[in-house]
């Protein structure tokens, strides 16, 4: 899709701090795109689900520009649902800027331009989108890329040292496990992760700790 051609569906462009992954705690712009086709039992975005508003893709270059900051997160939903996002993702590299995105693992990475940090969900059975996981994914990744695996409870932890020891997860990139809010406590998490050595990093979500509203913050 040409530059001048492309349209996005966006919710919301905003500069806070980023509360997940390695970048944790680096002030950054999100820009937070429209859709999603997953359903994820502890999703907490679903106002981006629908709504938002189309804009061009100099617009949203020019109101990322205004915010001053190095560090750019393309987010949902999924933002790969819509094909505007990688000529985005390229722009954005053009640019200067150094650039993550995030992604629920569902949809091809493989076109996303090789500058671009891809933290990619791999779907635990508790989220109830297990089955949505594009397996083929794993094979694009590399050692700028990293995994989240969201966990509900002990079922999910089982399943995720599963999909270590299959896929040799950690000899690919990074992978982050984070506990669901609400449903298990932080320090059980980490604790299980101590127990078994785990060659993983434990997370927990930074702007939730900060902020009660995560919505544009």
């Not at 094909?83 to 569902?106: F, H, N, P, Q």
Request: aromatic letters at 6%; one cysteine or more.
């Amino acid at each position: 899709m040409s530059r001048t051609a492309t349209r996005l569906r966006i919710t919301e462009i905003f500069a806070s701090v980023q509360g997940e992954a390695s970048r944790s705690g680096l002030p950054t712009v999100f820009v937070r795109l429209t859709g999603c086709p997953l359903r994820c039992t502890w999703c907490d975005t679903e106002y981006a689900f629908h709504g938002g508003t189309t804009r061009t893709l100099d617009d949203i270059l020019a109101e990322i520009a205004g915010h001053g900051l190095p560090q750019v997160c393309v987010t949902g939903g999924e933002p790969l649902a819509q094909k505007g996002c990688l000529t985005l993702l390229t722009a954005l590299c053009d640019a200067g800027y150094d650039v993550s995105l995030e992604t629920s693992g569902a949809l091809d990475i493989g076109a996303v331009d090789p500058r671009v940090s891809r933290i990619m969900d791999l779907k635990a059975p508790g989220s109830g989108e297990a089955d949505k996981n594009r397996l083929a994914n794993l094979d694009h990744l590399g050692p700028r890329d990293e995994v989240k695996i969201v966990i509900a409870d002990v079922d999910d932890y089982a399943w995720a040292q599963q999909q270590l020891a299959t896929h040799q997860l950690a000899t690919r990139c990074a992978v982050l496990l984070s506990p669901v809010e609400g449903r298990l406590a932080p320090a059980t998490l980490a604790q299980w992760i101590v127990r078994d050595r785990l060659p993983v990093r434990f997370q927990i979500q930074l702007h939730k700790v900060l902020w009660a509203d995560a919505r544009g913050r």
